[in-house]
């Protein structure tokens, strides 16, 4: 099944800076490249994501940037804030389909990523 | 849009309890939701992908007499811990797709399971 690696576990930047996660993953049949924020207790957010059809997308202050050929994709958060703080996770989509011939997309979460933005 | 609704939000109860935790896509149809357990500090780990009106998934290593799923309807999926002992207690995230690949999956508020 698909594996993801994420790096770093932990990030610490002063406000202002940017901020860079990368994630690798191992099944070349994944095509949809989520990226998620999750502040203490709360439910995972969508803040970004990417298809394999094109190697770079921004929005604002956050990019992503995925290069299939090596399978990693990258999330970068510029002139970062301290409400940026929080944990990120990447994930790994590749569409399957159940028995009944419905297709879906299974995610595969990276371990996440602790920011914290120091004012 | 995309509005993904869980209940309860925290649950506590004793050791040998049934639990049931629902989750609700409020303005579109999920013909697939997911469950997934979230231990402190941890990322998620998928339990199942629910399907309405076929049987659930389960990835390796979840007991399907455990965790009971049911998705009978585009928008209500449940789980059911059953018999739950202090090992279980963990925070349980639903999420919901339309089903299309390449789409984003919503997820609810998560549900904190405590078992005494």
């Known amino acids: 099944g698909e594996n993801v690696e994420q790096h770093p576990s932990t990030l610490s930047v002063q406000e202002g800076d940017s901020a860079v996660i990368k994630c690798t993953y191992s099944d070349s049949a994944s095509n949809y490249f989520p990226w998620y924020k999750q502040e203490l207790g709360k439910r995972p957010q969508l803040i970004i994501d990417?298809?394999?059809?094109?190697g770079e997308k921004k929005d604002q202050r956050i990019a992503v940037t995925l290069n299939k050929t090596a399978k990693h994709f990258s999330l970068h958060i510029t002139e970062t804030q301290p409400e940026d703080s929080a944990v990120y996770f990447c994930a790994a989509s590749r569409t399957r389909a159940n028995a009944g011939g419905t297709s879906y997309g299974k995610l595969t979460f990276g371990q996440g990523t602790i920011l914290t933005v120091h004012p | 849009g995309a509005v993904v609704s869980q209940h309860p939000s925290r649950v506590i109860c004793k050791s040998g309890t049934s639990v049931k935790i629902e989750c609700r896509s409020l303005d579109f149809q999920a013909t697939t939701m997911f469950w997934y357990r979230q231990f402190p500090k941890k990322s998620l780990m998928l339990m199942a992908t629910?399907?309405?009106?076929?049987?659930?998934?389960?990835e390796q290593g979840v007991e399907k007499d455990k965790f009971l799923i049911n998705h009978a309807s585009l928008t209500l999926s449940t789980l059911t811990v059953t018999s739950a002992h202090p090992e279980d207690s963990s925070f349980y995230i639903c999420?919901?797709?339309?089903?299309?690949?390449?789409?984003?999956?919503?997820f609810g508020d998560g549900t904190r399971l405590s078992i005494l």
């Open positions: 999420s919901a797709g339309t089903g299309f690949p390449n789409q984003p999956q919503h």
């Open positions: 990417i298809r394999s059809n094109v």
């Open positions: 629910s399907n309405e009106g076929s049987k659930a998934t389960y």
